[in-house]
């Protein structure tokens, strides 16, 4: 069974287009996470959510959206993507905010052309 | 902000060589988290420590959290070829968690 899941896997799309990138976990975790990595392999968090409620909004462009219509599914939507987008974005999930240990999911690859 | 740096950003070993990572907090952590990432794959858990001083060991690998807690290290003994990957620290505070720019491991057969 796959604990932290994320749909699709591969995303490529036209800069200026609008995307969705979900995620759920299976855990029975109450805080889920999105993380960007970029080529060099830095990898930052976007944001963080408890109970179904943001707890972390690190500096990202307000193009990016997170939603979380209950405790197991963290999506993230994007608009008007830009070149700088194209990355690898993991979710995770975690018992607990911060302290505990993180589940990351398979990534989802985004190719902005 | 809270800044963790991490090096070296690259190493390559041969196989039974030794590596260690090093990890540096600006601030004062309240713990700290590691990571091993797998070529094309996404990061695992592999250890918190909490305490100042604190060593924790799984097999081959040793974890430190140094005393003043701002730094830690991750020390492989004899490295194979399943060590392969880079590996991330991850520094906590009361409001952020943040991760190193991680070092990326190879290893030579």
């Known amino acids: ?113 | 902000g809270q800044q963790v740096m991490q090096i070296p950003q690259y190493q390559h070993v041969q196989e039974g060589e030794d590596f260690t990572t090093y990890c540096n907090s600006s601030t004062t952590l309240s713990n700290i988290q590691w990571y091993k990432q797998r070529p094309g794959g996404h990061p695992v858990f592999l250890i918190q420590l909490v305490k100042s001083g604190e060593v924790k060991k799984q097999k081959r690998l040793t974890f430190q959290f140094g005393e003043a807690k701002k730094n830690s290290s991750l020390h492989i003994t004899a490295t194979q070829t399943t060590d392969v990957g880079t590996y991330f620290c991850a520094g906590r505070t009361a409001r952020q968690l943040t991760f190193g720019s991680g070092t990326q491991l190879t290893v030579l057969p």
Not at chain 1, 1 to 28: F, H, R, W
Not at chain 1, 58 to 77: G, M, Q, W, Y
């Open chain 1, 1 to 113: 069974d796959t604990a932290v899941s994320q749909t699709p896997k591969y995303l490529v799309t036209q800069m200026g287009n609008d995307k969705s990138i979900k995620c759920e976990q299976n855990l029975g975790h109450d805080t889920m996470y999105w993380y960007k990595q970029d080529s060099k392999k830095f990898l930052k968090i976007m944001f963080s959510y408890n109970n179904k409620e943001l707890i972390i909004n690190e500096t990202v462009p307000n193009r990016f959206s997170p939603k979380s219509p209950d405790k197991a599914h963290l999506n993230l939507h994007i608009n008007s993507l830009e070149l700088g987008d194209s990355a690898v974005y993991f979710c995770a999930s975690s018992q607990g905010a911060l302290s505990y240990e993180q589940y990351f999911g398979p990534g989802t690859r985004l190719t902005v052309t």
